[in-house]
């Protein structure tokens, strides 16, 4: 086990990142079947079953998660062992134009601004707040370098040509109810539970399009009622008892009294 395949552990831990080999050849820009055989490699390496193989299915053993679980740590050391090394050799300056998404640019960017401003005094990052597509757009055009742009399971952001994307973790959305609604007791909901609701909405945002799909199959649009841009003004429509919301936890801070969160079955 000493000769472990760094290109054999990115694949099994980006496997056991997205949850299937077609999603992790993509975030590592792969092709799928470069996927399966660094897996394949890896295996031998180790002598041991890592996935269980249905047709074009795979999904990790007990060792392969032991095995993920641990490579995820490997493959973090060594990026940001890198990132030291690189920043022992070179001066980044100028500007960095950085698009993200409301949420983000509340409760990811300012940390990270600051944290790149402390190793590099001489890089002047720069702040575009943009809705997921207008950001993505945004990179595509080269009016900003880089985007904090969110996607969901079922309804995964497509990229222009020439783009690449990197995963950086996982927000999570509840469904915000009026602390009186018929389902605040339960542990979780899910859509069907309210297909009847009005549901307060960004339109063209990623939210509003997974929305959408969700109910697609159902008549009308009534259930759309309020069209509201910015999540602090959804929850407090929320609270008044005006509709539900499906609201990330990043960046949302402590909710009203008569608000509760409802998480999600996936």
């Known amino acids: ?34 996927v399966s055989q660094q ?11 890592l996935v269980d193989r249905q047709g074009r299915r795979m999904t990790l053993t007990v060792a392969g998660r032991i095995l993920a679980e641990t490579a995820g740590r490997i493959v973090i050391e060594l990026e940001s062992m890198n990132a030291e090394l690189q920043a022992q050799t070179e001066t980044v ?5 950085v698009a993200a998404f409301p949420t983000a640019a509340r409760g990811m960017i300012p940390a990270a601004m ?65 602390h009186t609604h018929p389902l605040v007791s339960r542990t979780s909901v899910d859509f069907d539970d309210l297909r009847e609701e009005s549901w ?15 109910y697609r199959d159902s008549p009308g649009t009534a259930r759309f009622t309020h069209m509201v841009s910015e999540y602090a003004s959804q929850i407090e429509m929320v609270g008044a008892g005006l509709g539900v919301a499906l609201v990330p936890r990043m960046g949302r801070g ?13």
């Open 1 to 34: 086990m000493t000769n472990l395949s760094l290109a054999g552990l990115r694949a099994i831990d980006a496997l056991a990142t997205h949850g299937s080999v077609t999603a992790a050849a993509s975030a590592l820009g792969y092709t799928p079947s470069a």
């Open 39 to 49: 897996i394949a490699r890896l295996e031998r390496d180790v002598r041991q079953v």
């Open 93 to 97: 300056t100028g500007p960095l134009r």
């Open 114 to 178: 600051r944290e790149l401003g402390q190793t590099w005094p001489s890089l002047e990052p720069r702040l575009v707040e943009a809705d997921s597509h207008r950001a993505v757009e945004l990179v595509a055009k080269g009016t900003v370098d880089l985007a904090v742009a969110h996607d969901w399971l079922a309804m995964p952001l497509d990229l222009p040509e020439g783009l690449h994307s990197r995963h950086l973790g996982d927000d999570v959305s509840d469904v915000l109810v009026f």
């Open 200 to 214: 307060l909405y960004e339109p063209g945002s990623v939210a509003h399009d997974f929305l959408l799909n969700a």
């Open 254 to 266: 402590p909710l009203p009294g008569t608000v509760r969160a409802l998480p999600v079955r996936s």
